[in-house]
């Protein structure tokens, strides 16, 4: 049973709005939360993170907000610009569990000019 | 050469074959991993090294071997692999051996099982 998962398999949006990517987890014990971007052909790179400690960590045009209540986190992209087409994959981990990344299975964005 | 390179980027190998996928991360780091992606499946790690000790074999059958001569090189031996084992496999590597830190994948190499 996956313990992360990204529900919306794939997202359409217009250059300029927002892209919003969510993620859900099951795991209580998850304290540290990342997004990646994987351009086709290439490895998956480190975009942005928030610990359990936090409910929202921005960076540039890239924001991710955690609900921890929810088990729910999400990434929001403003403004989308094409150059941001591309999958994300949430990924959580929990210090008590060795840290290791589990993955959810990605959203694939594609950002319209 | 920069960053995490692997090779090769596509591998098609029998059932009945040996092969060994590399890795070779230029960024100094102390510790490297491998992940498998199937089809329509997250990604799963499936090995840890940390300064070249093995740290994390997470349930990974034994026809897939890992090796980790030193910091920079991880290889992935593969032999009497079964059709269901094709998928995309990346390495990755980060600074330290704290896991929480940001991890650099490399491009993967695509295996196809026949």
């Known amino acids: 049973d996956q313990q992360v998962k990204q529900n919306s398999p794939s997202l359409s949006v217009q250059e300029g709005r927002i892209s919003i990517l969510n993620c859900d987890y099951t795991?209580?014990?998850?304290?540290?939360f990342l997004w990646y971007k994987k351009y086709p052909a290439e490895g998956p790179t480190f975009l942005i993170s928030?610990?359990?400690?936090?409910d929202k960590n921005e960076d540039g045009r890239f924001t991710v907000f955690l609900n921890k209540s929810a088990k729910h986190l999400s990434l929001h992209i403003v403004p989308s610009q094409p150059g941001d087409s591309a999958v994300y994959f949430c990924?959580?981990?929990?210090?008590?569990?060795?840290?290791?990344?589990?993955f959810g299975g990605g959203t694939r964005v594609l950002v319209k000019p | 050469e920069t960053g995490v390179t692997q090779t090769p980027r596509h591998l098609v190998m029998g059932m009945t074959n040996k092969k060994s996928l590399k890795c070779e991360q230029h960024?100094?780091?102390?510790?490297m991993y491998w992940y498998k992606q199937s089809a329509k499946k997250p990604l799963e790690l499936m090995f840890v090294?940390?300064?070249?000790?093995?740290?994390e074999n997470n349930s990974v059958p034994s026809r897939f071997s890992p090796e980790c001569p030193n910091s920079s090189h991880l290889f992935l031996h593969l032999h009497t692999l079964q059709p269901e084992d094709s998928a995309l496999y990346l390495c990755?590597?980060?600074?330290?051996?704290?896991?929480?830190?940001?991890?650099?994948f490399g491009p993967g190499t695509r295996l196809l099982v026949l």
């Open positions: 795991n209580s014990m998850f304290d540290y």
């Open positions: 990755a590597s980060s600074q330290g051996t704290y896991m929480r830190e940001t991890q650099y």
């Open positions: 990924a959580a981990s929990a210090k008590a569990a060795g840290n290791k990344l589990t």
């Open positions: 090294y940390n300064f070249k000790e093995q740290t």
């Open positions: 960024l100094g780091h102390n510790a």
């Open positions: 928030i610990s359990s400690i936090k």
